[in-house]
């Protein structure tokens, strides 16, 4: 195709601009740190990562609008080859293989791109206004902006990388930079403990994914997309005990990254990190990375059905699906205890991204029965919630971000910069924010909307289609191991729904609960901006959905507008010969009941309330303040026993997750370690250090050798011709 | 395949390149020696300009001016070099090839002396661009003001000696070109010694140092040695078959059915005059000496040209004289590998303590020499087994080990010259004699430091970079040529494989082993350079042209480590060549 030619090689500039940009940064901050002009033109490095991003949203908009309206397959492109030589395959045949750089364009990696690269931008923008703005990080932001473009190049080239060894090696870029940024604070011992821990989590699921990826290259001889994809099962079986190992080994890793259960640990913790830090990394992209790889081996489910291998493969999409279930029940219940904003946040990313991950299972396991058409739908819902959550959430956190920034200054003003131990991100000592915050205050409650499915609003649709499909994949293709994530999720629904209505009221709803709560005010447009933008973003959810979103996100279909069809489909369960379905009809308002009803009444009569008396919210969330304080004083009621009970503590110890795995580093592996540190030291060093010396030696004693004087080469060149006369002749 | 008379107008014009080299000489020799010279007529006051002698004009008496016309000739050269490629070579951004054309004698029995094909072109090419490395660095190495000041080096070092130091590179070069082209061991004999003596003169170039000049001398002594037992072999050759004609000889070997004393004996002492060039072990004793006492540029020279030499002979005899038929093995093929695996080991070994960085970049090329040689075991182990087929682009084994080899001596002159020329450069400074001159260049120089540790690590053979490359390259051929056996067998047991694997397959893993030692040295100069504080924190004297050509080296050595298809493509054309029927 002609027009991909003229693409490709601006879609693989798009990692290397922000890559190229960051030495830049750094050095220029090394030099320059303290001048005027680099702190208030340039912003500490700000401006200059800005231009950065803002190149890759063009070149991405380019990209996309290119491909938008048309409708291919997936396409690996090569843009660099580097080395291309034969292995030895374990069948005793050879395999030309191909070292080099390339990209791999389909539908999937262009949304992903497209999310990464705006929210990049914005998070980018609003770092400006968060992090030069806070005397803390006076003299340091240019570290953080070098970080934040290598993280960027790190997303980006993942998420084009055409094949899983690159796709591997810009994860671990990331990896890396989520340690680095989360321990940007690393004078605190609690972040640098966090940051500790994030990377060491991670690294168990990333160990997984290196063997998965080891024997998925000794099954295909390859690790190219193209080849993989595009492979034939019948001509070259292939052992599928050892395709379904490799693949929950690469599972494993995406739970280690998306913070699923049981790795999930790192994820609350990671909260440390900046604001900006927690939007970007910890909820809108780097946590995308698993579920991309997953997304990713959805052709290799479709190709085995397709050549006969049905079902093979349905067990591994059982166990991400039940793993997603999980870990949404579970997530949203910490979420219920959790007071500071950060870490409801931080459980709600988990809980959203489980769900997509259940989504992503069902969709692996119609594949795998060979039902493309309703696997695609599947796919298509999750990445479609994918979409939703990264901008909701990036919002969401931005939001937050803005709250604490405001309750933080607040506080020092109030205070006079002493600081005696006053949380900022604690949301016991908020409330009533809604007049003093207009802008973010709306902004939190359209993204929480989102989350949470309200009819209409971007998470709905998606979450809508994730429920429906796991539903239907266990209810008429006898996966009863499937209904376990399936009530999982419905029952997750509506948690969400109590969680994230919990936050926005005991945030901006009700009195002040402090002092400094009264006196916060909204300020600084650099935050103010990626806010509004990504406001209208989750609002237009039901335009994404009535555009068929979709479909072209897993099959690549063109765009077309069909509200009605949408509304039709969404709130009747109606396909499209006009058949209403009465099981999903139920279960659609089942959830919406669940979700947008229940979940939200119980949340304002805990913790809804009107405002003090004279003050005013800006008219778009004044009725939802309104609402919680009508709701609360008619049904008003008293949790305490269930706030303190064995459960209530168990949910605010994080079901004891973290004491476990302490207990086991200490009893297990901080032994082991000890005795891999006493061998290292005694035996790989004393044998290292004994060749050295030894060839130390042998080098003294083989250089005196050469003494300088020609009639000692002359020697040698005699006796030289008398070795090679003498082999040559001792041989024949 | 056309042949032509040496001396025909066609055959000449098929050798515009080296006729630019002598136009050079003569432009050097008569350029820097015009002058006011008159002549009187006898009987009458009429004075002539004879131009040559007296007192020179005010434009040539520049002492930059040899320089700068030997760096135009290399250029036009290398341009007349891609000139005369021929038609279906035009588009050399495919990979490099020539036409095929044969220089004969005139006379009624013709014997072919030179043989211009992809092969001997791109030597040429790579003899041109080391010349003109070294050449470009000279202008600033041996730069001397109009004025001279009162140091006494510079003083000498004017347009006179200038002259010298350029006619002989060019003299050098012209020899080069001989031996890359030759189809006759004679004639490949005088090039050789035409490139060589002027080398051997450039390394005592500085006769006022003394190391210098004992250099020079040493290696001067040894070198007329094992040149002479050289051609004591070859005439034993030519006793033998009755001609030198690499064609004839090749014949005569492959019709001998027992082995006999005196070809065996012939090439046996054949191999140490080129054993000696490539510096060998036992034959490499007087290479640290020299690379040491010569300056930084000459040394290059010698790390680079002067060793292709030596590879070109041995490639010439090894491959087309005593390559056997399938199913043999090649007389050579124990000695040679023997000698491989000392070599190396002995190089990397004897470069671990050194602390002279020269003698080290000496004994670094002792060391890559051995690689070389075990790539070229590759290949005879290759005619012995039973891997006869082609892989997919249609290319033999040996094609791909030789192709990898000239790939190493073409990076080789990117990165050996550049590691040189950082040497040469802090040269401009003082006297380099021990590591502690690169402590903390880091700190004054960060860009000609990080090009030096390029430089080490292209050596040392670390991707992306050339040297990872070449050496990638040939570890592959050993091991495929190894493991063919193995393979044909569908044994896919890993120690069974080992064991049934040819022997050549441990040279293999000796070059590995060889690799892991010689890191230690090359990464230590990194540290040297990184951590070490210096005495001073003053960057190096500013001499442009010797840092321009550092850039190129070391842009060269990324650029063909990461996009090397262009010329991985060229030397294998240039592989074919060599095995095309001659």
């Known amino acids: 195709m002609g027009s991909e030619i003229s693409v490709e090689f601006w879609v693989a500039t798009i990692p290397f601009v922000p890559l190229l940009t960051f030495p830049i940064i750094l050095f220029l901050g090394q030099y320059f740190n303290g001048k005027d002009w680099w702190k208030n033109i340039l912003k500490e490095g700000g401006s200059i990562s800005l231009m950065s991003m803002g190149i890759v949203l063009i070149l991405t908009s380019m990209v996309v609008a290119q491909f938008i309206g048309e409708m291919h397959n997936g396409q690996g492109l090569d843009i660099i080859d580097w080395i291309t030589f034969d292995v ?87 990896g890396l930079c989520s340690y680095l940024l989360i321990g940007f604070y690393y004078e605190k011992p609690s972040a640098a403990a966090a940051a500790k821990k994030a990377f060491l989590t991670t690294r168990v699921g990333d160990v997984f994914l290196m063997i998965g990826l080891i024997i998925m290259w000794n099954i295909y001889g390859s690790l190219e997309f193209d080849i993989i994809f595009g492979w034939d099962y019948f001509t070259n079986p292939v052992d599928m005990t050892l395709l379904k190992t490799s693949l929950i080994l690469m599972f494993i890793g995406a739970v280690g990254k998306s913070a699923q259960f049981p790795l999930h640990v790192w994820l609350p913790d990671a909260m440390e990190g900046p604001t900006p830090v927690s939007a970007l990394i910890h909820a809108a992209t780097m946590v995308n990375a698993g579920l991309y790889l997953v997304a990713r081996m959805f052709p290799i489910f479709i190709g085995t059905a397709g050549d006969g291998l049905v079902g093979e493969l349905a067990d591994v999409a059982i166990i991400i699906a039940i793993i997603g279930g999980i870990t949404a029940f579970m997530a949203a219940g910490i979420a219920f205890v959790q007071n500071d904003i950060k870490k409801v946040l931080a459980y709600s990313t988990m809980s959203q991204l489980a769900y997509i991950f259940t989504g992503l299972g069902a969709a692996l396991w119609f594949a795998s029965k060979g039902k493309p058409e309703l696997a695609l739908f599947a796919l298509g819902a999750s990445l479609f919630h994918l979409f939703n959550h990264a901008m909701a959430k990036g919002m969401l956190f931005m939001a937050s971000g803005s709250v604490i920034h405001e309750m933080h200054h607040a506080h020092h003003h109030i205070s006079h910069g002493e600081h005696e131990g006053f949380d900022a991100q604690d949301m016991t000592n908020m409330g009533g924010l809604a007049s003093k915050l207009p802008i973010t205050s709306t902004a939190m409650a359209a993204g929480s909307m989102s989350i949470i499915g309200i009819p209409l609003i971007g998470g709905f649709w998606s979450k809508e289609g994730i429920i429906a499909k796991i539903w239907k994949a266990a209810i008429y293709d006898g996966g009863y191991l499937l209904f376990i994530p399936a009530i999982l999720l419905l029952i997750s629904a509506g948690m969400t729904g109590f969680y994230m209505s919990r936050m926005w009221f005991m945030t901006f709803a009700g009195k002040p609960k402090t002092k400094v709560a009264e006196h916060v005010h909204e300020e600084t447009p650099w935050i103010k901006f990626p806010l509004v933008i990504l406001t209208f973003m989750t609002l237009g959810g039901i335009v994404f959905a009535s555009l068929h979103f979709v479909s072209w996100v897993s099959e690549g279909h063109a765009f077309h507008y069909d509200l009605i069809h949408e509304m039709k489909h969404a709130f009747l369960a109606m396909d499209k010969e006009g058949v209403i379905d009465s099981t999903f009809l139920i279960l659609t308002w089942a959830t919406i009941g669940l979700s947008s009803i229940i979940g939200p009444i119980i949340a304002m009569s805990l913790y809804g309330g009107n405002l003090k008396d004279g003050e005013n919210a800006i008219p778009t969330v004044s009725w939802l303040v309104k609402l919680s304080g009508m709701v609360k004083n008619r049904w008003e009621f008293d949790n305490s026993t269930l706030a303190n009970s064995g459960l209530a503590e168990a949910l605010r110890r994080r079901l004891y997750f973290d004491d476990f795995y302490d207990w086991i580093c200490i009893k297990l592996i901080v032994p082991i370690g000890i005795g891999a540190a006493l061998f290292d030291k005694k035996g790989v060093d004393g044998v290292i250090k004994g060749i050295e010396s030894g060839s130390q030696s042998a080098s003294t004693w083989i250089r005196k050798l050469t003494t300088g004087s020609a009639r000692d080469y002359i020697m040698m060149v005699a006796l030289g011709s008398l070795i090679f006369v003498g082999l040559i002749w001792g041989m024949v | 395949m056309a042949a032509y008379d040496v001396l025909s107008i066609d055959g000449g014009l098929k050798l515009l390149p080296e006729i630019v080299l002598l136009a050079g000489i003569l432009a050097l020799f008569f350029i820097t020696n015009l002058g006011d010279a008159k002549i009187r007529i006898p009987l009458t006051r009429l004075r002539i300009p004879a131009l040559l002698g007296g007192n020179r004009f005010k434009w040539n008496s520049d002492p930059r001016i040899p320089g700068i016309v030997s760096v135009f000739t290399l250029i036009f050269a290398i341009g007349m070099l891609i000139q005369t490629l021929g038609d279906d070579c035009a588009d050399i951004m495919k990979g490099f090839c020539s036409e095929t054309t044969i220089l004969t004698t005139t006379g009624k029995n013709p014997v072919h002396l030179l043989k211009l094909d992809s092969f001997s072109r791109l030597f040429e090419l790579m003899f041109f661009l080391a010349l003109l490395l070294v050449s470009a660095a000279s202008l600033n190495r041996l730069q001397a003001d109009s004025n001279p000041s009162n140091d006494d080096l510079e003083q000498l070092l004017d347009n006179r000696r200038q002259v010298d130091f350029y006619l002989l590179l060019l003299i050098s070069g012209l020899g080069m070109t001989v031996v890359a082209m030759s189809m006759n061991l004679f004639v490949l004999f005088i090039g050789l010694e035409l490139a060589s003596l002027p080398i051997y003169v450039l390394v005592a170039f500085h006769k006022e140092s003394k190391a210098g000049s004992e250099a020079g001398v040493k290696y001067f002594i040894t070198g007329a040695i094992s040149s002479a037992v050289g051609l004591y072999g070859m005439s034993l050759l030519y006793l033998w078959s009755g001609s030198l004609q690499l064609t004839v000889l090749e014949a005569a070997w492959a019709s001998m059915d027992t082995p006999e004393a005196l070809p065996l004996f012939g090439i046996s002492l054949l191999l140490v005059g080129f054993g000696f060039k490539i510096s060998s072990v036992p034959f490499h004793f007087v290479a640290p000496d020299a690379y040491s006492g010569a300056s930084s540029p000459v040394a290059a020279l010698l790390a680079t040209a002067s060793k292709t030499l030596g590879f070109i002979g041995l490639m010439r005899i090894l491959m087309i004289v005593t390559l056997p038929e399938t199913g043999e093995t090649a007389v050579w093929m124990f000695a040679f590998g023997t000698l491989s695996v000392v070599t190396m080991t002995w190089g990397n070994l004897a470069a671990l303590g050194s602390e002279n960085p020269k003698r080290m970049l000496a004994y670094s090329s002792v060391a890559h020499a051995g690689y070389m040689m075990a790539a070229l075991v590759a290949v005879a182990a290759w005619k012995s087994g039973s891997y006869t087929e082609t892989n997919n682009n249609g290319l033999m084994a040996a094609e791909l080990i030789i192709g990898a080899i000239i790939f190493h001596l073409f990076v080789l002159i990117s990165f050996k010259i550049g590691a040189f020329m950082v040497i040469s450069h802090l040269e401009t400074e003082d006297d380099v004699t021990d590591m502690s001159s690169l402590h903390g260049l880091a700190k004054r120089e960060p860009i000609i430091a990080t090009s030096m540790f390029v430089f080490m690590l292209a050596l040392a053979g670390v991707p992306p970079l050339a040297g990872f490359m070449s050496k990638f390259l040939m570890v592959t051929g050993i091991v495929q040529v190894a493991s063919a056996d193995v393979l044909v067998n569908n044994n896919v047991d890993l120690i069974p494989t080992i064991l049934g694997m040819h022997w050549t397959f441990f040279l293999a893993i000796a070059i590995f082993i060889n690799s892991a030692i010689s890191l230690y040295y090359y990464l230590r100069i990194g540290v040297l350079m990184f951590f070490e504080e210096s005495s001073t924190r003053l960057p190096l004297p500013k001499v442009s042209i010797l840092r321009f050509v550092i850039f190129v080296c070391a842009i060269g050595t990324v650029f063909f480590g990461i996009n090397s298809d262009w010329l991985v493509e060229t030397v294998t054309n240039a592989a074919s060549a060599l095995f095309a029927d001659s």
């Open chain 1, 88 to 174: 030895l395959r374990s069948d005793g045949m050879t395999n030309g293989v191909n070292l080099g750089f390339g990209i791999y364009i389909d539908h999937i990696s262009l949304m992903l791109l497209f999310v990464a690269s705006f929210l990049c931008f914005l998070i980018n923008w609003f770092s400006i206004g968060y992090m030069n703005t806070d005397k803390i990080n006076d003299n340091r932001n240019h570290r953080f902006y070098a970080e934040f473009l290598i993280f960027c190049s790190g997303m980006l080239g993942m998420v084009l990388a055409d094949n899983f060894l690159w796709l591997f090696i810009f994860w671990e870029i990331m």
